[in-house]
T-cell receptor, first 118, second 112 residues
Framework: AQKITQTQPGMFVQEKEAVTLDCTYDTSDQSYGLFWYKQPSSGEMIFLIYQGSYDEQNATEGRYSLNFQKARKSANLVISASQLGDSAMYFCAMRERGSNFGNEKLTFGTGTRLTIIP | NAGVTQTPKFRVLKTGQSMTLLCAQDMNHEYMYWYRQDPGMGLRLIHYSVGEGTTAKGEVPDGYNVSRLKKQNFLLGLESAAPSQTSVYFC???????????FGPGTRLTVT
């Protein structure tokens, strides 16, 4: 079963509008973390935001916020007031503790390609 | 402060040739990772290291070997390259287990 699911392969959004990128996850751990990364056309992976499973408030970083709904196992990325520079691939990732304490790894989704239209 | 660097940026190999990809980080991170990125498949973990002198297998380790002789360097080797290993390879490091990972710029490898 997919641990991280990103159901939107591509999205087109008008500049200055808000955009929500979907991410659902599957884990039986109580302690886990969710990350969002941005990959522009230049290829590098840029960390955007992190949410821990025990964090009571949704994480925010500037124009990025993470809409964390634990019961639904979703961790959607919200970008407010989109800009042309937001056009990129966006990846959701999860780290789990499981039985591998000290060896926690990230599992990535397949990504969503966001295109901002002027 | 260069962060995570990767050498080379591009490489073309013939089937059966060998090569080593070098990853270096200057952040004193204990944890280092090698991923491959293929279209439509996201990033998949090849091997990782939790400290100098240690390595472990990830999700797709077959056909690759790694070494971490120095804390700042993590090498990925292909002993006999195959066309299925055509991919973009990313190295990453983190300061703690399960923490935010910092990525290098990637190496685009083509095996013909």
């Amino acid at each position: 079963a997919q641990k991280i699911t990103q159901t939107q392969p591509g999205m087109f959004v008008q500049e200055k509008e808000a955009v929500t990128l979907d991410c659902t996850y599957d884990t039986s751990d109580q302690s886990y973390g969710l990350f969002w990364y941005k990959q522009p056309s230049s290829g590098e992976m840029i960390f955007l935001i992190y949410q821990g499973s025990y964090d009571e408030q949704n994480a925010t970083e500037g124009r990025y916020s993470l809409n964390f709904q634990k019961a639904r196992k979703s961790a959607n990325l919200v970008i407010s007031a989109s800009q042309l520079g937001d056009s990129a691939m966006y990846f959701c990732a999860m780290r789990e503790r499981g039985s591998n304490f000290g060896n926690e790894k990230l599992t990535f989704g397949t990504g969503t390609r966001l295109t901002i239209i002027p | 402060n260069a962060g995570v660097t990767q050498t080379p940026k591009f490489r073309v190999l013939k089937t059966g040739q060998s090569m080593t990809l070098l990853c270096a980080q200057d952040m004193n991170h204990e944890y280092m990772y090698w991923y491959r990125q293929d279209p439509g498949m996201g990033l998949r973990l090849i091997h990782y290291s939790v400290g100098e002198g240690t390595t472990a297998k990830g999700e797709v380790p077959d056909g690759y070997n790694v070494s971490r002789l120095k804390k700042q360097n993590f090498l990925l080797g292909l002993e006999s390259a195959a066309p299925s290993q055509t991919s973009v390879y990313f190295c990453a490091s983190s300061y703690r287990t399960g923490g935010e990972q910092y990525f290098g710029p990637g190496t685009r490898l083509t095996v013909t």
